[in-house]
């Protein structure tokens, strides 16, 4: 290649601005979408690559064994496990990392943020330092903090936050250092950072003695020469002899432990740690539709870069007289599609970084970095990839000109195998588009299906308030009390957490009657209103009524659900009323009610097997049933909040919206799916019309001839539909099965289907079809109306 090679390929791009300007375009587009994939997948993909050799960290996770229905591992720990750690002998240095969602105060201004709990070798241990100030003292004094630079500029703005003083439940703490703000997929997010110790954490001493309280993280960083097999093997052993293990029924034991212990190093935390189930499976997913919709556009730019080599080849045979040899020829034009590549892939980052904001709001997702170095080298190298590949079949066809036969204006026609080669690409494309649109549909479908499901109660009317962590039990009756006097509230519950929304599962032993089978099950707490309030009648016996029984530590009274019916051995709900059994504790309880399963976890969960109790424990979560006007009911629970509880900032939402945003994410794939489909519709229905053009231009002569010998528009409107129909049925017989088979692969997540049949299918060919026939109606008219006298001159 040389100076003048790229002189002559920039002057024929500038020459021919109407296709040179389609071409960066359609591929930039392309990019642009790739781009915005890529770096949603590169940071959900990957996190805390900031942090001090975080090969060496890891998160330590347990899993314990279930009651038939499986139990998954999760990173919330039980804080003295610590200990036991230190005193294992493991070469690793181990910290604590609790977090709770609390109210800030500074001033007039309440802000929820989210405040961490640490040891005081966490800096260390992570490799972070302060921006300024001295985090020491906030990892070490009861009543300091430090903030990170996001929450001091919104509790400071420009002002310096140093010996500031903050209010925290209740408690002044005073601001002695600031640290960076942690990136969106950090696993370790904090506004504020104290000590263990710290005046502001209201269950301190149960989360830090409690080995059945499972809510921190323990982080462990491997010492020099120590591996993560021994490792973990030794935290095993550390755990199977700790005081979880008297706590564990020996019926759940896995593989004769009491739980299972491993260490997830860091950079593994977004594909195999806990609560990374599908994470694997959606963003590899996103890559390959990222390349997918690169193949498409690349595709159109062969069929568009084909039809104008072949329009070129008198240029061609010219520049071969002029002694340019075959490889010349292909360097050229290999050298032009790596330039429209180039410039379509900065174009492309010009768009992504246009719509990006706009994208992000509509779909609820954050990136730290769009565009940094490493991510444009990339989409660069990548370009120069794209535009070897998409030339290499234009630059050949070019180097093959005859050069007698150019001259003399006879065009070399493609081959038969090229211009199959094209229809393949072309019907490729439409598989993609025909595929794409029906998962697009089946997710939407699939996830209002999920949202709008019965939950076993009337969701509409009810309103979710969060008490502030620590509210004594006197407290939350009276503020209960209080909601009841606002006109248009029905009925107002306490309980440990909403049904729906799974911010809290209680698990206890139960002894199996009969057997003596000691069962681990799912415990809810609830007041006497809660059923209630909820709407939900018993099958059989009676549910908790406030006049007949009272919310105290004692009491033996318990309402089963059906599928805790059946895992404690009873036939019926008739037959379960009235029997005792007992807890691991060998307690007594007295089932007085059956009632529906109600569904406490999304659709993906199957429902639990769960006993209610009416005890004072964690009944931190208030649920009302509003029957008159909702804004205003809201309204005023908002002005009440601010009398009760004036340094807290209040949690109001309404369960229905809860519900429907535990599908979020499935809701932004349907969007992205959507947006995927249609643009491959598009460039699929661009290429067709390129391919058209093409077509009826090539077989001009042949439909004159077919019109010479009588045939009809009918018959030539039929040729080009039997032509172009039978790529678009070659494409959906691709792209069907396919999409068929990602289709079952989500579903497959889910313990109940939409009612989808075979509408997917149905939409997917509709659109592709609309489009074929947008795509090549301008040249099936051309064909229909061509001029014999004018197609034989030519």
């Not at 599962?505 to 707490?525: A, D, F, W, Y």
């Not at 301008?778 to 034989?792: I, K, Y």
């Amino acid at each position: 290649m040389s100076p003048t090679d790229l002189r002559m390929t920039v002057r024929q791009l500038w020459q021919d601005p109407a296709y040179s300007a389609v071409v960066v375009l359609g591929l930039a587009i392309a990019m642009a979408i790739a781009l915005l994939l890529t770096a949603y997948v590169r940071q959900n993909s990957t996190s805390d690559d900031d942090l001090l050799a975080p090969d060496r960290l890891a998160r330590v996770e347990v899993k314990y064994g279930g009651t038939g229905e499986g139990r998954k591992w999760t990173a919330a720990m039980m804080m003295p496990f610590k200990e036991a750690i230190e005193r294992s002998g493991a070469p690793v240095q181990a910290v604590r990392f609790y977090t709770r969602d609390l109210s800030v105060r500074v001033g007039d201004q309440v802000l929820g943020l989210r405040m961490a709990f640490a040891d005081q070798t966490l800096p260390a241990v992570l490799g972070i330092q302060p921006l300024t100030g001295d985090v020491s003292r906030a990892l070490s004094q009861p009543d300091a903090v430090a903030l990170s630079s996001r929450a001091a500029e919104k509790l400071f703005g420009r002002q310096s936050p140093l010996g500031k003083v903050v209010r925290v439940q209740g408690h002044t703490l005073q601001v002695v250092a600031v640290m960076p703000t942690r990136p969106a997929n950090s696993h370790f997010q904090y506004d504020l950072l104290a000590s263990l110790g710290s005046s502001a954490w209201a269950n301190r001493q149960e989360a830090m003695d409690d080995w059945g309280h499972h809510a921190g993280r323990i982080l462990v960083r491997l010492l020099p020469g120590a591996d993560f097999g021994q490792v973990g093997r030794t935290l095993q052993a550390a755990f199977d002899v700790s005081p979880r293990r008297e706590q564990t029924s020996p019926d759940t034991f896995i593989d004769g432990h009491p739980g299972l212990i491993r260490l997830i190093p860091v950079p593994r935390l977004a594909l195999d740690g806990a609560d990374s189930e599908g994470n694997r499976v959606m963003l590899t997913g996103l890559l390959l539709l990222a390349g997918l919709i690169v193949l498409l556009a690349g595709i159109n730019y062969v069929n568009l870069s084909t039809v104008r080599t072949l329009r070129r080849q008198r240029e061609i045979g010219i520049r071969k007289v002029l002694g340019a040899a075959p490889g010349q020829i292909i360097v050229q034009f290999l050298l032009e599609s790596c330039l429209v590549a180039v410039l379509a892939t900065l174009f492309g980052m010009l768009l992504a970084w246009l719509v990006w904001p706009v994208l992000a709001e509509l779909m609820n997702v954050k990136l730290d970095t769009l565009l940094d170095a490493p991510m444009v080298v990339g989409a660069l190298l990548f370009a120069l990839l794209v535009g070897g590949l998409s030339g290499l079949y234009p630059a050949w066809l070019a180097s093959q000109v005859a050069v007698a036969q150019a001259l003399a204006g006879r065009d070399r026609q493609e081959s038969r195998n090229g211009l199959w080669l094209r229809r393949g690409l072309t019907v490729v494309q439409f598989a993609a588009a025909v595929g794409l649109s029906a998962l697009a549909v089946v997710v939407f479908l699939q996830t209002r299906f999920a949202s709008r499901m019965d939950p076993g109660f009337d969701s509409h009317p009810l309103l979710v308030i969060d008490l502030a962590e620590g509210t004594p039990f006197s407290a939350q009756e009276s503020i209960q009390r209080a909601l009841r006097r606002i006109p248009g509230i029905a009925a107002v519950a306490r309980s440990a957490d909403a049904p729906g929304r799974a911010w809290t599962h209680v698990h206890r032993s139960l002894i199996q009657p009969g057997t003596g089978k000691n069962l681990n099950i799912q415990v809810e707490m609830v007041d006497t209103e809660f059923f209630t309030t909820y709407g939900i009648k018993p099958l059989a016996g009676r549910v908790f009524d406030a006049s007949r029984d009272q919310v105290v530590k004692d009491n033996p009274n318990v309402v089963l659900n059906q599928r805790a019916l059946a895992l404690l051995g009873f036939r019926s709900a008739a037959e379960a009323v009235g029997r005792h059994i007992q807890d691991g504790d060998g307690v007594d309880l007295v089932v007085v009610g059956v009632i529906p399963d109600i569904r406490h976890d999304s659709l993906r969960e199957p429902a639990a097997a769960i006993v209610y109790r009416a005890v004072p424990e964690l009944l931190g979560t208030l649920t009302l049933r509003v029957s008159g006007d909702r804004q205003a009911a809201k309204a005023a629970i908002h002005q009440l909040w601010r009398q009760y509880f004036p340094d807290e900032k209040p949690y109001v939402a309404w369960l229905d919206e809860i519900i429907t945003g535990r599908y979020q994410t499935d809701l932004q794939m349907a969007k992205v799916l959507m947006v995927a489909g249609g643009i491959a519709t598009l460039i699929a229905g661009y290429g067709l019309y390129a391919l058209a053009a093409y077509s009826v231009r090539r077989r001009e002569r042949e439909i004159v001839i077919r019109k010479l010998y009588g045939a009809g528009r009918g018959q030539i409107l039929l040729l080009m539909v039997r032509e172009f129909g039978v790529l678009l049925l070659a494409g959906a017989s691709l792209g069907l099965p396919l999409a068929l088979f990602a289709i079952e692969s989500y579903l497959v997540g889910f313990t109940a289907r939409a009612p989808i049949g075979l509408w997917p299918v149905l939409v997917a060919l509709l659109i592709a079809g609309l489009v074929a026939l947008t795509a090549t109606l301008r040249h099936t008219l051309q064909a229909m109306t061509l001029q014999p006298g004018r197609a034989l001159q030519g």
